[in-house]
């Protein structure tokens, strides 16, 4: 199957979204399907052969993040030139409603289209605004897949109609191989404990889990708090406790392997996030890897964690219970061995093994009778002809 996969955020940017793109292509590309990625992107920026680049995105503050966008008429004209080279039997968007090349694509394509929904946000102006604009295109969408029931509500809310959830998938084998790093383990009465994520971001919660931290470190004088992401490393440091700041490695932004080694290694991880989460890939890796997973009880994580089952979690925000979970985890190993178990059994149920063959479900359905829908669509709407230009049969 030939497949055009659509990324609206730019794909030199670690992402949720981005990552999900990157590793379905290359899951289909290991099945013997012919996959193809169309993001913004860096015009200097190592890229994936199987990756076309858009062209350079501007940071726009979007879902409570800053995302890198890309949009305008010379988008439009690279977007028409992919899909016309692309001949792709289904269309795969991400974010369909975003202010990106993916509304770009909807409106040139004229075959089976098939939209992953990712944001969960229930009081979205953008999808607000968005909608009378895209409404008329998102008949075009053939099927639609939400990434969690939190992303579904937000489809059914703002858009209408609904959406099969299918989860983000992880390759639970690299994770579950990763090796360990003396650097990053921890020793009895002295464990590790990691965060992941943009450390300027405020909803992913690292002043929560600071704020937590010199109650533990007066009880565990000996831990250390591992700190891997972008942002501003001098600035956060500064906003911490003396003592936890003390306490603190700042690991910067990791590679994929370092980042899986990292949750292999560690005692802990903690995702204490604070809102604005559809899913949390970070819990099934950290899972996978083997890390027992402390996180906020946000409704995504909490069913990520099968209701608390594969996780400890913590009151959204309530840094002192986040501390009691800590310290409580920390002075149990069992509980520790227990949570990992139960990491490493849940994981599997997001691995692109299964995921995948989801999703492929999905195409199939969307590309039988596909030719009556490309016939219908030929005379699509002006945005199709405007975007894709005349066929090349036409003089």
């Known amino acids: 199957m030939r497949v055009g996969l659509v990324c609206p955020y730019s794909f030199d940017v670690p992402g949720g979204v981005?990552?999900?793109?990157?590793?379905?292509?290359?899951?289909?590309?290991?099945?013997?399907?012919?996959?193809?990625?169309?993001?913004p992107a860096d015009d200097d920026a190592p890229l994936p052969s199987y990756l076309v680049s858009a062209g350079r995105a501007i940071p726009v503050r979007y879902n409570g993040s800053v995302a890198r966008l890309a949009f305008g008429p010379m988008m439009a004209s690279k977007v028409g030139r992919w899909l016309e080279a692309g001949d792709f039997d289904v269309v795969h968007l991400h974010e369909p409603v975003t202010p990106s090349i993916?509304?770009?694509?909807?409106?040139?394509?004229?075959?089976?289209?098939?939209?992953?929904?990712?944001?969960?946000?229930?009081?979205?102006?953008?999808?607000?605004?968005?909608?009378?604009?895209?409404?008329?295109?998102?008949?075009?969408?053939?099927?639609?897949?939400?990434?969690s029931e939190d992303a579904r509500r937000t489809v059914t809310t703002h858009l209408g109609g609904d959406a099969v959830v299918i989860p983000n998938g992880v390759d639970v084998a690299r994770f579950a191989g990763a090796p360990l790093s003396t650097a990053w383990q921890g020793r009895p009465g002295a464990p590790t404990i990691a965060f992941l994520g943009r450390i300027d971001e405020p909803r992913k919660g690292l002043p929560v889990l600071a704020s937590a931290m010199p109650r533990v470190l007066q009880e565990l004088p000996g831990a250390r708090l591992l700190v891997a992401g972008p942002g501003d490393r001098a600035a956060a440091r500064a906003r911490m406790a003396p003592e936890v700041a003390a306490a603190s490695e700042f690991l910067g932004a990791v590679t994929d392997v370092e980042k899986a080694s990292l949750l292999a290694s560690v005692?802990?991880?903690?995702?204490?996030?604070t809102g604005g989460e559809s899913f949390g890939i970070v819990l099934v890796e950290a899972m996978a890897a083997g890390a027992p997973v402390v996180a906020s009880d946000l409704a995504a994580f909490v069913r990520v964690l099968d209701g608390g089952r594969a996780g400890a979690t913590f009151r959204n925000e309530d840094h002192d219970d986040l501390a009691s979970q800590l310290l409580?985890?920390?002075?149990?190993?069992?509980?520790?061995?227990?949570?990992?178990?139960?990491?490493?059994?849940?994981?599997?149920?997001?691995?692109?093994?299964?995921?995948?063959?989801?999703?492929?479900?999905v195409y199939d359905t969307v590309t039988h009778g596909a030719d009556e829908l490309r016939a219908e669509?030929?005379?699509?709407?002006?945005?199709?002809?405007?975007?894709?230009?005349?066929?090349?049969?036409?003089a």
């Open 328 to 361: 409580r985890l920390a002075a149990d190993p069992a509980a520790r061995a227990r949570l990992t178990a139960a990491g490493s059994r849940r994981a599997q149920v997001f691995d692109w093994s299964v995921v995948a063959e989801q999703v492929m479900a």
């Open 18 to 39: 981005q990552f999900h793109v990157r590793d379905l292509a290359e899951h289909l590309l290991a099945q013997g399907h012919h996959a193809s990625v169309l993001a």
């Open 102 to 147: 993916s509304i770009l694509a909807l409106w040139a394509s004229n075959g089976p289209i098939v939209a992953t929904f990712h944001t969960s946000n229930l009081r979205s102006r953008a999808m607000q605004a968005a909608y009378p604009v895209v409404r008329p295109s998102l008949e075009k969408i053939s099927g639609r897949i939400a990434v």
């Open 267 to 273: 005692d802990l991880y903690v995702a204490p996030h």
């Open 377 to 394: 669509s030929a005379s699509d709407t002006r945005w199709t002809r405007l975007l894709r230009g005349r066929s090349r049969g036409e």
